[in-house]
């Protein structure tokens, strides 16, 4: 039987759309679903404030009445402002090893990009850059991580198969902590700290980060600019994304720094593995998902390190010695030995750079396509 292709357009549809992964992946020990009702959110032109200069469609792909593959369009209207380029994002892509499913998808999307005038496609990519982006192409082996992705070894094939080429890449590593680390990364922050005037901000609870949130996206804003794709956030976005996030964020993973004037100039953002919380999940919170991700928040020997930034004139001058000293305080006060770090750009120098001074391994790859629409 052929491959029918129907746009979402029901709750039964979008439900449908957000649990295909679920059945695809559920014997892969290594796959980690996304919570649904997160999915839902994002999803939503309702809830989530992407959707003021964003368009976005949904497809599912039938084969004998059974879903076998999805993805999004979308169509950012603030990325083409900024970015001088007409491209559609396609996201949410998943299907079976069948070139017909796959093919039907891409087919799709690209006639519509087509339709609404674009000049090429770019993707796996989501509204923004706090979604899920990227294709894996290396580490098929290695537990995908809260920011990261996980995709069999055929997606890659398939979207060469249909013409799609490399746009750039994103490198994940993974990080064992050392006290020789500790003690060099001690060494180089007390002398930053000291020549540049700098301090450490002390979170002892989350109304103490909610009162930097705007200040802490400022910077993320200003930081990130030149970034492949990135598009800063508006006011709305920052609420929105203050809400979902900083309420319940362990302040004391959060590591910042300041000036003598008590303004940001470097932030990380790390907390404690979610991966095997998540799995335990199923994508479902409730009625017992939140006691997983509690245990877990509480209970780990891994971290995440989901975002790093260093305002531009302080950039290469040490600050991510006293980021990573912070840090190293906190992961030792919570027993943890290990830390994966998410993705960053290949073309991003200085902060590969960093991962020199650590016991740190690349460990997975993924990967941005594109292909021109004639």
């Keep these: 039987m052929s491959v029918v292709i129907k746009e979402v357009v029901s709750k039964k549809d979008l439900n449908a759309f957000i649990r295909l992964p679920h059945a695809l992946y559920k014997n892969c020990p290594q796959w980690v679903p996304a ?10 032109p309702q809830k989530n404030p992407a959707f003021d200069f964003c368009r976005a469609k949904y497809w599912l792909a039938y084969k004998d009445d059974i879903v076998v593959g ?12 900024v970015w001088k380029q007409k491209n559609a994002r396609f996201g949410w892509l998943d299907f079976t090893d069948d070139y017909e499913v796959s093919g039907a998808l891409f087919a799709t999307v690209e006639a519509w990009a087509k339709a609404n005038g674009m000049d090429g496609i770019q993707g796996p990519l989501g509204f923004t850059d706090f979604d899920r982006e990227g294709m894996l192409v290396e580490g098929f082996d290695e537990l995908c991580i809260l920011s990261g992705v996980y995709n069999f070894p055929y997606y890659p094939v398939h979207l060469a198969k249909w013409s799609y080429v490399k746009e750039i890449d994103w490198l994940e590593f993974r990080i064992q902590l050392t006290p020789d680390s500790y003690e060099k990364m001690d060494r180089m922050a007390r002398i930053v700290e000291k020549r540049l005037n700098l301090k450490v901000v002390t979170l002892r609870s989350s109304k103490d980060l909610l009162a930097y949130a705007k200040e802490i996206f400022a910077l993320l ?3 990130y600019k030149n970034i492949f794709g990135f598009v800063p956030l508006t ?6 994304y203050t809400k979902l996030y ?13 000036d003598k004037d008590n303004k940001i100039v470097g932030f990380g953002f790390t907390l404690p593995s979610l991966s095997k919380a998540l799995q335990k999940t199923k994508g479902k919170l409730f ?4 006691l997983h ?6 209970k780990n020997d891994t971290a995440e390190l989901l975002l790093i930034a260093i305002r531009e004139d302080l950039q290469g001058k040490g600050v991510n010695a006293m980021i990573m000293r912070e840090g190293y305080k906190t992961f030792a006060k919570n027993n943890i030995s290990m830390v994966d770090a998410s993705g960053q750009l290949e073309t991003n120098t200085k ?13 997975k790859r993924k990967r941005c396509f594109s292909k021109k629409l004639s």
């Design 35 to 44: 919570l649904d009702f997160d999915e839902k959110n994002t999803l939503n």
């Design 221 to 223: 804003n200003n930081c």
């Design 235 to 240: 006011e709305k976005q920052v609420a929105y």
């Design 293 to 298: 991700m509690l245990q877990a928040s509480r």
């Design 351 to 363: 902060v590969l750079s960093l991962w020199e001074h650590f016991d740190a391994k690349q460990n």
């Design 70 to 81: 999805r993805i999004a369009g979308i169509i950012n209207d603030r990325y083409t402002e």
């Design 287 to 290: 009625p017992f998902g939140f």
């Design 246 to 258: 900083f309420s319940f964020i362990r302040p004391d993973f959060i590591l910042l720094i300041a």
